[in-house]
């Protein structure tokens, strides 16, 4: 960016027209014609420009034939192989000459040698370049991790056999949906389930095998449709007992997915752990044990979007508390249950479904929620057995959490201004503190 901003200091923005083209259309909506010129060298260009543009992934089962599968495979392996030499040659390359390789010359180098190796033929061209870009961002992804210097930072690694799981077409037309399914350059028309529409442009294709299953994941860019957003607001506290409690008292029970599902799991593991290693027992056993995970991680990924959901559709402002999980899974006799609940996912899911509402998330510090008085504010001091707030100060009796969750929304900032940039509540004014009573 810096080398960037001289040179627009330079630049003159001439004109700017507006084209508001149909949903859908080719370019996006809301594209600007920008006419630029160069101050010092008078070079003059006209560019596109577009705003307003989000991006979201859709995702899709798909149903390959066994020949199409074995294609697939094969791929898999060759973007595999041409990952792990990606690295190698960065690494001989960074100890013989002091300096790495860029994602540049590393694709001039498969661009001369592509000709040489029969296998690279199997592969389109761009999925090729694809594996160079994922290579090139592991590496500044690591170079990242060195400068914030956070603990630990690990060198990218090798894939082994069978932990190379998607392959990218960055752009039509190597990848194209048709009304027989997705065609996929050098690999056919796969059988494609369409179980929703695509709103959007669709930019990428990912393909992804999952055991035995294989999806087509869509990045597309599409305009946010505003919307009115609900006037509601609501304080969650997440917890083990129950997945969340409501500051409005609506509480949300935890279905302790991988709790029901453990013993099941506990015996395929030992059964895993008695066969020989390297044989086909075991591999097929390895394969037993990663389906019963795969249940429980669906099951857990379907509850958390049905509940961030019904969350976001009927509330304009959510608070939620700022947890630190990784610091909190170091406490060995919580880990599992913490993992089990998945409140990272959860999050995620709130966080981006709230955005394309037009609705808020906010973090606020989890310091003493729950001991503190919703109504009177003094601490009323509690084990983690005490299930009920009993105030002595003032007489109010709560559900622990249903307290913890009032004084979860009555920390959250005073000005509740939605994703639109609208203040989210008609009449409300910023010195007001939020009152329990109203939040009930
Ligand atoms: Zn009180």
């Known amino acids: 960016m810096t080398a960037v901003l001289p040179y627009l200091s330079q630049t003159i923005v001439y004109c700017i027209y507006l084209l508001n083209l149909a949903p859908g259309s080719l370019p996006p909506p809301k594209t600007f014609f920008v006419l630029?010129?160069?101050?010092?060298?008078?070079?003059?260009?006209?560019?596109?420009?577009?705003?307003?543009?989000?991006?979201?992934?859709?995702?899709?089962?798909?149903?390959?034939?066994?020949?199409?599968?074995?294609?697939?495979?094969?791929t898999l392996e060759v973007c595999r192989v041409l990952y792990n030499s990606a690295l190698l040659d960065r690494k001989n390359s960074y100890e013989k000459t002091g300096k790495g390789l860029g994602y540049c010359k590393q694709a001039s180098i498969l661009k001369a040698n592509k000709g040489k190796v029969e296998v690279l033929h199997a592969v389109h061209s761009q999925v090729l370049q694809n594996v160079l870009k994922r290579v090139d961002r592991s590496f500044q992804n690591f170079f990242r991790r060195v400068?914030?210097?956070?603990?630990?930072?690990?060198?990218?690694?090798?894939?082994?056999?069978?932990?190379?799981?998607?392959?990218?077409?960055?752009?039509?037309?190597?990848?194209?949906?048709?009304?027989?399914?997705?065609r996929l350059s050098k690999i056919g028309t796969l059988k494609l389930k369409l179980h929703r529409t695509i709103e959007g442009r669709v930019k990428t294709c990912t393909v992804r095998r999952d055991l035995n299953r294989w999806y087509a994941c869509f990045s597309v860019e599409y305009e946010p449709v505003k919307k009115a957003v609900p006037a509601k607001e609501v304080g969650i506290d997440m917890g083990l007992k129950s997945f969340a409690v409501l500051s409005d008292g609506t509480t949300v029970a935890n279905p302790k997915y991988l709790r029901k599902s453990e013993k099941r799991l506990k015996r395929k593991q030992r059964e895993l752990s008695r066969k020989k290693k390297g044989s086909t027992n075991r591999r097929k056993s390895r394969v037993v044990v990663a389906r019963l995970h795969r249940k429980v991680r669906e099951q857990r990924s379907d509850f958390h979007h049905k509940v961030s959901r019904k969350l976001v559709n009927t509330c304009g402002f959510i608070a939620v508390e700022d947890l630190n999980i990784?610091?909190?899974?170091?406490?060995?006799?919580l880990a599992k249950s913490i993992s089990d609940a998945g409140w990272g996912q959860f999050l995620n899911y709130l966080a981006y479904k709230a955005e394309e509402a037009g609705c808020r998330v906010e973090k606020v510090p989890p310091h003493y929620t729950s001991v503190i008085c919703?109504?009177?504010?003094?601490?009323?001091?509690?084990?983690?057995?005490?299930?009920?707030?009993?105030?002595?100060?003032?007489?109010?009796?709560?559900?622990?959490?249903?307290?913890?969750?009032?004084?979860?929304?009555?920390?959250?900032?005073?000005?509740?201004?939605?994703?639109?940039?609208?203040?989210?509540?008609?009449g409300f004014s910023p010195n007001q503190e939020a009152s329990p009573v109203r939040a009930r």
């Not at 307003?52 to 495979?73: D, F, V």
């Not at 990784?326 to 006799?333: I, P, S, W």
């Open 36 to 74: 630029f010129e160069h101050r010092a060298c008078k070079l003059k260009y006209l560019g596109l420009c577009w705003s307003g543009m989000k991006t979201k992934t859709y995702k899709y089962r798909l149903y390959p034939t066994r020949k199409q599968t074995r294609a697939l495979e094969h």
């Open 147 to 182: 400068k914030e210097g956070k603990g630990k930072v690990g060198y990218p690694r090798f894939k082994s056999e069978g932990r190379y799981d998607s392959l990218t077409y960055p752009q039509e037309p190597g990848f194209q949906i048709t009304p027989q399914g997705l």
């Open 326 to 333: 990784k610091g909190m899974v170091k406490n060995h006799r």
């Open 374 to 426: 919703s109504v009177c504010g003094e601490r009323v001091p509690k084990t983690l057995s005490d299930r009920v707030h009993d105030c002595p100060f003032c007489g109010v009796s709560l559900d622990r959490d249903h307290n913890a969750a009032i004084n979860i929304l009555n920390r959250a900032g005073t000005a509740r201004i939605n994703a639109w940039g609208e203040t989210a509540l008609q």
